[in-house]
């Protein structure tokens, strides 16, 4: 069997909140919570984002989704239409811009609790960095 990723936590300031804006902007499943997180499903794969609600304050981290062109065109009208800043780069996340690296589109936008997400149409290359 190959080595998949199947869950990782994510600290969250409102996991049910969390869960409920992936859901709506990526379209992944929430069923609601399981123990004391509130799990999503990535479609077509085994694993899950379990949000969990965080006390204390915690850094936000750097989620990277690659997308089809199509999903992009989807997410990215959510995105504008829920009126959430977003950018062309990790350090210019509020531009208002995408990004057309390697022929493809990226955006980056924040969740609820912070955490930096992107969106990217291909895969980055040794040569972007050179």
């Known amino acids: 069997m190959a080595i998949q990723l199947n869950h990782t936590i994510v600290p969250a300031r409102d996991k049910e909140e969390s869960a409920r804006f992936y859901e709506r902007m990526f379209g992944f499943k929430y069923e609601g919570p399981m123990g004391h997180f509130a799990p999503v499903r990535i479609p077509g794969q085994s694993l899950t984002l379990d949000f969990d609600t965080w006390?204390?304050?915690?850094?936000?981290?750097?989620?990277?989704?690659?997308?089809?062109?199509?999903?992009?065109?989807?997410?990215?009208?959510r995105?504008?239409?829920?009126?959430?800043?977003?950018?062309?780069?990790?350090?210019t996340p509020e531009d208002m811009q995408i990004n057309h690296w390697n022929g493809g589109r990226g955006v980056y936008f924040?969740?609820?609790s912070g955490h930096l997400l992107e969106l990217l149409t291909r895969d980055y290359t040794v040569e972007q960095f050179a």
């Open 55 to 77: 006390e204390e304050s915690f850094p936000p981290q750097h989620y990277a989704f690659k997308v089809s062109e199509g999903e992009f065109d989807e997410i990215f009208g």
């Open 79 to 91: 995105i504008v239409e829920a009126r959430l800043p977003y950018g062309s780069g990790p350090f």
């Open 110 to 112: 924040r969740d609820p």
